[in-house]
């Protein structure tokens, strides 16, 4: 079976990620500067959408928002920072009020030296709702963004209209089960999962070199790789090239241990709950969210890999729109 096929149906296999590069050029160094501003990209897009920014729970988020409705906030995951949903916004936006959020340590947000488990950087989220003016809002996250906006559910259930999971679950015992050493074949090897959590480590070799890393990630991760453009991916890079960057988004893994000691707390939650994911994640986050959620509905994305919002916007925002309401 191809690479594509096993990725469709749970993740690339190493042996052919680490044999395969992206198709575009990649530098060996990211110059963080040079590419456009928050503000520069968020009028790129179809529509009216502006960047801004809200001190809130001694963080500074920057967010970009657009549109009118019911406000729905875009949680990203790694390593991608509120650029990843540029595909869906445009389209959300002529029913919702869309903001998307760069997360505590991620884009232009504050970079503090802690406050990376995910009930924090919830009351990140929840500060951000208020501070806009909004009693609740509809929350969307990916990877990362996901863990966080379960947190949002779980702690403050009263700040969520509805939420969707895209793809990942908020940390659980089960995460101890990730092997650091595959079995030969096996379809998926998590292995950023331990270097995000080392040391000092990943700020030497990483910064100014990050496009290697986000190539890997994306090129690994995707059926489609040119689903996410060179342009895009030096975006992307730039976010994660310097070594304050790279400590916040693996700030987010080095709270992995309280994450799961903060989940053994939470009941199930209420809130009208989508669970959306590719076919390689959507067994576990079906499992999963079926004994955290009471009311719950599932649905998959075919012919994608984990950054399906990139590979799949269209299927994104009509399962949206259609939850959403």
Not at 40 to 52: D, E, H, I, M
Not at 150 to 159: E, G, I
Not at 212 to 222: A, G, Q, T
Not at 253 to 282: R, S
């Amino acid at each position: 079976m191809d690479r594509r096929k096993l990725l469709a149906l749970g993740a690339g296999t190493v042996a052919a990620a680490a044999a395969g590069t992206s198709a575009q050029a990649v530098p060996s160094e990211v110059d963080a500067t040079s590419t456009p501003s928050p503000s520069r990209l968020a009028a790129s897009l179809r529509g009216s959408f502006t960047s801004g920014y809200v001190q809130t729970n001694g963080v500074r988020l920057h967010y970009v928002a657009g549109g009118s409705g019911a406000p729905v906030l875009l949680l990203h995951g790694w390593p991608q920072t509120w650029w990843e949903y540029r595909k869906i916004m445009p389209d959300l936006a002529t029913r919702y009020r869309v903001i998307a959020v760069d997360l505590r340590g991620g884009g232009n947000s504050s970079k503090p030296q802690s406050g990376y488990d995910k009930k924090t950087m919830a009351a990140d989220v929840a500060g951000l709702i208020t501070a806009l003016g909004y009693t609740k809002a509809h929350v969307v996250g990916h990877d990362m963004g996901a863990m966080v906006a379960y947190s949002l559910a779980a702690n403050k259930p009263q700040a969520v209209d509805k939420l969707v999971m895209l793809d990942v679950t908020h940390p659980n015992s089960g995460y101890y089960e990730f092997r650091m050493l595959p079995a030969p074949g096996a379809p998926f090897h998590p292995w950023w999962f331990a270097f995000n959590q080392l040391n000092s480590l990943p700020e030497q070799l990483v910064t100014g070199r990050s496009r290697f890393l986000v190539d890997w990630m994306f090129d690994y991760l995707l059926v489609n790789r040119a689903a996410i453009s060179d342009a895009d991916r030096a975006i992307f890079a730039a976010a994660y090239a310097t070594p304050d960057a790279i400590r916040g988004g693996n700030g987010w893994y080095k709270a992995f241990g309280q994450d799961i000691i903060d989940n053994d707390t939470y009941g199930k939650i209420d809130t009208p709950t989508l669970g959306l994911a590719c076919p390689g994640f959507f067994p576990g986050l079906a499992a999963t969210l079926s004994a955290q959620a009471t009311n719950l509905q599932l649905a998959q994305i075919d012919n994608t890999g984990h950054y399906f919002v990139d590979e799949q916007p269209a299927a994104v925002v009509q399962q949206l729109k259609a939850f959403l309401g």
